[in-house]
């Protein structure tokens, strides 16, 4: 009886921990707009509806865009943010006449993903 508790007792902290460390959005899917056609990485979408879903390959964070049949993948890295975040919101740079989106935040997150530089 005297060894069931403390091995049940590490069984219960090591659940919390795991809990506990954010997974970052990993593979949940949101739905998303594009109202124009947007550059992310070196990879061009054209506007429309797209589920996104954060997936790892390895150990490498991937955004995947789908529209339709296509799918567009993007590397990312996890930026954290000081509180969740109030709304869901896309950081844009422009770059001659290309609109490229290089961050987005979701609703409720606490971390960016922001994408890899074209390059």
Do not use: W
């Not at 896309?90 to 770059?95: D, G």
Request: hydrophobic share 35%.
């Amino acid at each position: 009886m005297r060894k069931t508790i403390p091995l049940g007792l590490v069984i219960l902290a090591s659940s919390l921990l795991l809990l506990a460390e954010p997974n970052f959005g990993l593979n949940r899917s949101r739905m998303i707009t594009f109202s124009d056609s947007v550059t992310i990485g070196s990879q061009a979408l054209p506007a429309g509806d797209y589920k996104v879903t954060h997936v790892m390959d390895g150990d490498k964070h991937i955004m995947v865009f789908k529209k339709g049949q296509r799918e567009f993948r993007i590397g990312c890295s996890m930026a954290p943010l000081e509180r969740e975040s109030p709304n869901t919101r896309f950081i844009y740079e422009q770059r001659g006449n290309t609109k490229v989106l290089t961050g987005m935040v979701f609703k409720g997150d606490n971390f960016r993903h922001e994408f890899e530089p074209q390059p």
